[in-house]
């Protein structure tokens, strides 16, 4: 295959990488909570019913804002049903799933798992069947010392000390109609718009994501951020996207060219934000939060019938799967001057990278490029010219067959690349203009024996990440033979 010359800058630079692009994403969803992170029951619980096996291994992807308690399941939850005691918290049925939720873990659960994992807590806040009053209340729980109503519930909890939770949603996927409480735009913009002011009059200091489009084909689409954003602008720090793609044809260089789509989505949504900001004459930006992303598209078992923490969204991910999710981190990553936060849905058995099965747990395919990605996450994105061989997408068009992203660290040069060939190895020259390739520090490699292969519980390691050899260095540049259907992850030491 012709070569690929991946051409960088380092003044071409695009923005900071946001550590928190590196979010996760946890719901009170099938079994990703219950049977999940909790599980008091488990031989591998801790002294808070924490499974101790899914912190470790979750550990090691080092995610940054982890983003609860939904989701769907936000727009029906009251917080308050899941605090004090927990003999005396009610069991309600949850509308969303259709299952029972004993409120077993609520908001301190969740903020002491935070504390495990040093995560930042995101919350969505119940703009459902909630009210802009609720989330204030909220708010006050979590963040002001005590001394006034719920401030003091919080103490009466156990909780002296505030959580001091910074990141909090307006809401999930306001403009679907299969959502609880569902409104036209506008009025979902002021309902919004009366929450932010007072939750910001409670803490000054946090930071707010309205509710954007949940999907590119919703036929709001666009219009429905504009309007958001039009009535919100100053009260309101991120709008958010949702996305999740999948190989419902059985195309594998198609599914892997959904890059292009991502890319897209990503530039009109910060298009619209500049737009806001212009009309309104406006100093400050509204950026991007992900707060939704990943394949999904095998299991559409959403309605839990009745059953406590059923199996509900269970994928299986492979290879062709984790190449996806790697394009995912590409675009974030080209896109970091706009996009600030994102959160893989879900992190734990939900459509996850990480599933349980009784005391076992199993890494699933996708685990890997996220863990490849964010330990070399330090720095500023470059905007690279990728110029090598492409090929025409039926769905996305002309597509090159390296996916590439590039961040500068200080003396390091992060490199991620993917092979789309299903073929043929890829060779890579990667060639900086102003600085000095000096040697590989660490190099990691994805791949496996064919597009569909997953590991399993009786086979753990089809598809896992391997050390990287095939890399060279000299005259400064670097060129790396790339096998077909592989992703790459490479820190060079740089002059």
């Not at 219950?34 to 591998?44: C, I, Q």
Request: charged share 25%; glycine share 6%; aromatic share 10%.
């Amino acid at each position: 295959m012709e070569r690929t010359v991946i051409n960088l800058h380092t003044r071409f630079k695009i923005g900071k990488v946001d550590e928190k692009i590196f979010g996760g994403f946890l719901e009170h969803l099938g079994r990703a909570v219950y049977e999940g992170v909790y599980d008091p029951k488990s031989r591998n619980a801790d002294e808070d019913g924490l499974r101790k096996d899914v912190m470790e291994t979750l550990k090691q992807l080092d995610m940054t804002a982890m983003r609860w308690p939904g989701g769907n399941f936000a727009s029906g939850y009251h917080w308050l049903d899941g605090v004090g005691p927990k003999e005396k918290r009610p069991v309600v049925k949850d509308l969303a799933w259709q299952t029972p939720e004993p409120n077993q873990f609520g908001i301190d659960e969740f903020i002491k798992l935070c504390r495990k994992m040093r995560w930042y807590p995101m919350i969505t806040a119940n703009m459902g069947t909630g009210t802009p009053e609720e989330a204030r209340n909220w708010v006050e729980y979590c963040n002001l010392p005590s001394g006034t109503k719920y401030a003091d519930i919080r103490t009466a909890n156990g909780n002296k000390e505030p959580h001091n939770v910074k990141l909090w949603c307006l809401g999930n996927e306001m403009d679907g109609e299969w959502q609880l409480g569902h409104l036209p735009p506008d009025h979902y913009a002021i309902k919004a718009q009366q929450a932010a002011k007072m939750m910001k009059d409670v803490d000054k200091e946090i930071e707010l994501v309205v509710c954007g489009s949940s999907s590119i084909f919703m036929p709001t689409y666009m219009d429905w951020d504009y309007i958001v954003l039009d009535y919100t602008w100053d009260l309101v720090d991120y709008i958010s996207l949702h996305r999740y793609v999948g190989n419902p044809n059985n195309d594998t260089p198609d599914f892997l060219a959904v890059t292009n789509s991502i890319n897209r989505q990503i530039e009109e949504m910060a298009s619209v934000c500049r737009f806001i900001q212009a009309k309104k004459k406006s100093k400050k930006m509204v950026y991007l939060c992900f707060d939704e992303w990943n394949v999904w598209y095998k299991n559409h078992e959403s309605n839990g019938k009745g059953k406590f923490a059923p199996h509900l969204l269970e994928e299986i991910y492979n290879l062709e799967d984790a190449l996806v999710v790697a394009g995912f981190l590409n675009s974030f990553i080209r896109h970091s001057d706009v996009l600030k936060v994102a959160n893989i849905a879900q992190i734990v058995n939900v459509i996850a990278p990480v599933l349980t099965k009784e005391d076992d747990i199993l890494v699933q395919s996708i685990f890997y490029p996220f863990e490849m990605v964010s330990k070399r996450r330090s720095g500023v994105s470059l905007r690279i010219s990728v110029d090598g061989p492409t090929y025409e997408s039926q769905s996305y068009g002309q597509t090159t067959l390296i996916d590439a992203s590039a961040i500068l660290g200080t003396g390091k040069l992060h490199i991620f690349a993917t092979n789309r060939n299903i073929t043929e190895k890829a060779e890579v020259l990667i060639s900086p203009a102003d600085i000095e390739i000096l040697s590989v520090e660490s190099a990691d490699i994805l791949t496996g024996p064919n597009p569909k292969a997953a590991n399993s519980f009786e086979n753990k390691n089809v598809v896992v990440s391997k050390k990287f050899k095939d890399t060279s260095v000299s005259d400064g540049k670097a060129v790396c033979k790339i096998p077909p259907l592989s992703f790459v992850a490479i820190t060079f030491n740089v002059q």
